[in-house]
């Protein structure tokens, strides 16, 4: 499979589909656009088709680039990989980015037959840092977990997951879906998607990471619940950029380099690793805080680390993240809660990665 082709590639009709029931989860990264298509068969989801295409060429760009595509470029490239995927439903969930997202856990008092929603909304205005008639809200209350904290007068405090994404956000995308011919059913914070296909059932807390393009992020989620996330402002475009840079090739030549030998330890890529592992030390310096102060707050201590995102493909940055981590850390199986012809499963696993946030998101609509 040559990856530097425009569509890195897609799989027509893999199953015979029953366009009605069947769900598009749309991941619209900055590097490149996931699409994945299932459908529910016996309380099981079903892969019906997916594909991938890279956005850096609609910029006269490179493939692995991340751009900040002109509205018409990008619903072409949607378009596009539509088309090439041969999807057949227009009901899509699609991913709202980490980093246009307001995430926060808070704390109200319990108020015996007061309205909650009355409650969230008067909190709301202390922590989301725009006016709350400009955003669209959501939240979960903890109903486990009740903090130790009490008021002045002795009521509890319940926890209160608070979200919160700016209305010009969500209508730009819904300009998108729908200039594409598409029915925006969902949106979702593109982390809730990643943890939804990248855990099982979970009882101790896990740190999930997401490698991407131009941020990585990370979740920590206990019994199911993301109770911390923060999105890291590099990601593994940066490594490609380093070692273009340094070594003085072009970006595509660069790309090409860093998968091929990825974190290799053998002596003639030393030098191409030294380039790259500053910034793979910056990333997870930062990853380590955001665990360091979440063991400290909640009083847990995690254990298990799971890695995904195109990023995450990087030769060796298994082993790298255990070193820097001191934990278990696994690669991600975003296609584990999905039934999909056996013949699938190598490649799949092996571009599989990328598409956690999309399979995600179709999952949440199924
Ligand atoms: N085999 C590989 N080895 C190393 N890096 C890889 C490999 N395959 C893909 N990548 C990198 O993964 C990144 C793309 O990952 P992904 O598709 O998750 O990003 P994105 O969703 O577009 O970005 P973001 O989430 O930051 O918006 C690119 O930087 C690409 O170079
Ligand atoms: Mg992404």
Request: hydrophobic content about 40%.
């Amino acid at each position: 499979m040559d990856f530097f082709a425009k569509s890195l590639f897609s799989l027509k009709n893999l199953l015979a589909s029953k366009a009605s029931q069947s769900v598009l989860g749309l991941d619209i990264g900055t590097s490149s656009i996931k699409v994945v298509q299932l459908r529910k068969e016996k309380e099981q989801a079903v892969l019906e088709t997916y594909g991938e295409i890279a956005l850096g060429p609609y910029a006269n760009m490179q493939v692995g680039q991340a751009v900040n595509l002109a509205d018409d470029k990008l619903i072409e490239a949607l378009k596009d990989v539509l088309r090439e995927s041969n999807t057949k439903t227009k009901r899509a969930a699609v991913a709202i980015p980490l980093k246009s997202s307001f995430v926060t856990i808070i704390n109200i008092p319990s108020l015996e037959g007061k309205d909650i929603s009355e409650m969230i909304h008067l909190e709301a205005r202390r922590y989301i840092p725009v006016p709350i008639s400009e955003v669209v809200m959501d939240w979960w209350v903890f109903p486990e977990e009740e903090s130790e904290e009490k008021t002045a007068d002795g009521r509890k405090f319940i926890k209160v997951l608070l979200v919160a994404i700016h209305k010009d956000t969500i209508n730009e995308y819904r300009k998108i879906i729908s200039s594409s011919k598409l029915e925006l059913d969902k949106f979702e914070i593109e982390t809730f998607s990643m943890i939804r296909s990248s855990l099982g059932r979970e009882t101790s807390p896990v740190a999930v990471i997401d490698f991407g393009a131009s941020t990585t992020k990370v979740a920590i989620v206990d019994f199911g619940i993301m109770k911390s996330s923060y999105s890291i402002n590099k990601g593994s475009q940066d490594l490609t950029l380093a070692l273009s840079n340094s070594l003085g090739v072009d970006f595509k030549r660069a790309e090409e380099t860093k998968r091929e030998i990825g974190l290799s330890d053998l002596p003639e890529h030393k030098e191409m690793v030294n380039i790259m592992e500053p910034i793979l030390e910056y990333i997870f310096s930062e990853i380590r805080s955001v665990i360091t102060d979440y063991q400290r707050k909640y009083k847990q201590t995690i254990n298990r680390t799971i890695i995904t995102g195109g990023g995450a493909m990087l030769k060796g940055l298994t082993e790298f993240s255990v070193k820097h981590l001191s934990m278990e850390v696994n690669l991600a199986d975003p296609f584990l809660k999905t039934e999909y012809p056996a013949f699938l499963g190598g490649s799949l696993k092996k571009a599989g990665l990328s598409f956690s946030v999309a399979i995600g998101l179709a999952l949440l609509d199924l």
